[in-house]
């Protein structure tokens, strides 16, 4: 389910950004709308709509504001459907800070978390499907970590202030964000790889910029060799390409892989963060769906051993031994 919100939230996002950009005020304000029922990340969209006007329209910023108030303001309008969604909603139990989690402590996660997002956009290994719970950490552990992401959203403050449209996608990464990494804490789960889908796009955006800036620098330096010159700029774009492209082929196609095999999936997230409940009963549930109970037994055993309030594995766990019950009859 939470994959399908996101994928719908960020479809509605860039649509509600297209219908925007093309002045298609109605369009943009229902998409807007829709997006705001489907996930509480759609909150930034207003906000990404006015810095792409701020950062892209070629006419004082005083004018396009006075020319598209309209918009702007039934954008803002739709925060009232994620309001009166988000009181009382079925999320409510998942977002926050009432399972033990500290503002400070989840702070502190989120200052690793985004980092290592960032990491895996450049090399997309040791994904997983589930990343637990926040971990205990101090500010020592947690400094080069926060110190990076400083360092980096400065870097992005610098560009949008002297140079606004290589600035709007840099900082759409973090904006999109900040929802799930700050005043929108899921507790309950310290990271998602579905929670950069949308952010992906500004890197995304910048990467194809550099890529564009490279080519044509070195298409230029060797513009005094005839015909050769953009040949060979061509020829070393497309060498670059399949460089960059063989390693991350053969990641993703490992990845992909994997999926075929659901009890690798889960035994990777175990071995990955050994105390998460939650993948521990995935992991379960996958091993008794293909009939290995004794071994599921076990693994539910310790899900419950880990947290013994939660209703999921102690019903799992009741399922798994009365079929194992029966099985003994």
């Known amino acids: 389910m939470t994959q399908r919100t996101e994928s719908i939230m960020a479809l509605l996002f860039l649509l509600t950004l297209y219908a925007a950009i093309r002045g298609w005020t109605v369009v943009a304000i229902v998409a807007c709308g829709l997006g705001m029922a489907s996930k509480e990340s759609m909150v930034m969209a207003p906000l990404l709509v006015i810095g792409y006007d701020w950062a892209y329209r070629v006419k004082p910023w005083r ?30 139990e998942t977002v926050g800070f009432g399972h033990g ?10 200052c690793v978390v985004v980092v290592n997002y960032l990491g ?23 400094a080069p970590w926060a ?23 840099a900082a759409w990464f973090f904006v999109v964000l900040a929802p799930t990494s700050s005043v929108v804490p899921i507790a309950t789960e310290v990271a998602a790889d579905r929670r950069v889908y949308l952010a992906l796009a500004g890197i995304t955006v910048l990467a194809a910029v550099a890529g564009f800036a490279m080519l044509e620098s070195v298409g230029r330096r060797l513009g005094g060799q005839g015909r050769r010159g953009p040949r060979f700029a061509v020829a070393t774009a ?49 091993l008794a769906a ?9 693994h ?13 594995t102690a019903d799992n766990l009741a399922a798994l031994l009365a079929a194992g019950a029966s099985r003994d009859r």
């Open 290 to 298: 293909e009939g290995r109970y004794a071994e599921a037994t076990v």
């Open 63 to 92: 004018q396009v504001l006075a020319r598209r108030r309209g918009l702007y303001m039934g954008l803002a309008a739709t925060w009232i459907v994620l309001l009166a969604l988000s009181v009382g909603g079925p999320r409510s």
């Open 120 to 142: 895996r956009v450049v090399w997309p290994d040791g994904l997983l499907l589930d990343y637990g719970f926040p971990v205990s950490l101090d500010l020592a552990e947690a």
């Open 147 to 169: 110190l990076g992401l400083l360092g980096l959203i400065g870097l992005t403050v610098v560009l949008l202030w002297r140079w606004p449209r290589l600035g709007y996608p």
């Open 300 to 312: 539910m055993l310790r899900a419950a051993v880990i947290d013994p309030d939660s209703t999921i």
């Open 238 to 286: 497309l060498v670059a390409l399949i460089v960059a492209a063989t390693p991350l082929s053969i990641v993703t196609w490992r990845r992909a892989a994997m999926y075929c095999e659901p009890v690798m999936l889960w035994e990777q997230a175990v071995e990955a963060h050994p105390r998460n409940h939650r993948a521990l009963t995935n992991l379960a549930v996958t």
């Open 101 to 110: 989690v500290t503002a400070w402590q989840y702070g502190l996660n989120q």
